[in-house]
């Protein structure tokens, strides 16, 4: 029944060594999204894909990077993680047609920075 | 989004209603508003969501100021499940963009 998957639900790096996290989706749905939530804080978008169109958010750091290979998948690179990356990363997905279609959620990947 | 504001925390007794208000002074004529609730260590969940008349679903009512300045979420029966953190979005109309406002922490009272 699994619908937004994100492994793993924990990673924990190393400052400065590359990290990636994953997320895949049985719901077929062209828009994916990745969200960045510290701690006591809202989620924060970092960028989305519709299709295989990437939109960034301008305040996005250049440190994020995403890949989308096939509609089912999505991922997150963090190419050089700092300490105030760590945070809550959030996966989510919707149906074209702008924001008139409510977004499904996956369960999140917490990132720890030593 | 520093443009939709929600109280931080709110509290209500069990079977009671509970209204909890959002503040989007700025929001565009076309974007839509919509309210997701979270759990600890969980993933957003959608609630409801409207652009100008007011919505309904088994979950929760939505009522939308005329201006639209404002909305409400509206619990009609609060219930211990319903604790969570609730936050209203500005759904960008241009896009495909969720901004998301500071949430509101709702404690529930047996």
């Known amino acids: 029944d699994a619908m937004v998957i994100q492994n793993p639900r924990y990673q924990v790096t190393q400052f400065g060594k590359p990290v990636t996290l994953s997320c895949s989706q049985t719901?077929?749905?062209?828009?994916m999204y990745w969200y960045q939530q510290k701690s006591s804080q809202a989620p924060k978008l970092l960028f989305h894909?519709?299709?295989?169109?990437?939109?960034n958010e301008a305040d996005t750091p250049d440190n994020f990077q995403s890949r989308r290979p096939n509609t089912s998948f999505c991922f997150l690179d963090i190419r050089s993680p700092g300490l105030g990356d760590a945070a809550m990363y959030l996966c989510?997905?919707?149906?074209?047609?702008?924001?008139?279609?409510?977004?499904?959620f996956g369960p999140g990947t917490r990132l720890t920075v030593t | 989004d520093a443009k939709t504001t929600q109280p931080n925390s709110m509290e209500s007794n069990e079977e009671e209603p509970v209204h909890l208000p959002c503040n989007h002074s700025?929001?565009?004529?076309?974007?839509?508003i919509h309210w997701y609730r979270q759990l600890p260590s969980q993933g957003p969940e959608y609630v409801i969501h409207g652009l100008t008349s007011n919505v309904n679903n088994r979950m929760a009512s939505l009522a939308i100021a005329e201006d639209r300045k404002s909305s409400t979420l509206i619990l009609h029966r609060a219930t211990l499940r319903d604790a969570a953190v609730y936050y209203c979005i500005r759904a960008s109309s241009t896009g495909n963009q969720f901004y998301f406002g500071t949430g509101t922490s709702l404690t529930v009272i047996p």
């Open positions: 989510a997905t919707s149906r074209p047609g702008g924001t008139f279609y409510e977004q499904y």
């Open positions: 719901l077929n749905h062209n828009v």
């Open positions: 894909y519709y299709d295989k169109d990437f939109n």
């Open positions: 700025t929001i565009s004529g076309t974007d839509y």
